[in-house]
């Protein structure tokens, strides 16, 4: 059953997430490829500097599995460039518990 979820992520410490325009362009182009593969959904998303929020739809894949392939890939791709760690992990989880049963009731 599809479920509905905010996704939020940041930066360790502060740490930007989103340098300049090319890195936005590439986290979305991530995005829309995982979606398309999963069958996911995305309603809207807010990329900031140093934290991103995603408003997403599940479909063929639980959304563990949808923000792993897209953080892991971006994360990649971003500490490739002069910078330290993408994001903590226990933070997307937090805020993954936390909001997902507020927005299933949202959308009823």
Sequence with gaps: M???CIIM????????????DNDRESFLERSG?????????CYAWALIPNHFH????????PISTVIRRLLTGYAL???RRP???FCRSNTM????NQCQTLIIHFFR
């Design 9 to 20: 992520a940041r930066g360790i410490e502060g740490s930007k997430v989103f340098r300049d």
């Design 77 to 79: 791709w971003y500490n």
């Design 93 to 96: 989880t937090l805020q993954i």
């Design 2 to 4: 599809p479920e509905h």
């Design 54 to 61: 995603l408003l997403l739809r599940t479909g063929s894949a």
């Design 83 to 85: 910078l330290k760690y």
């Design 33 to 41: 490829g995982v979606l398309q593969e999963t069958n996911a959904i």
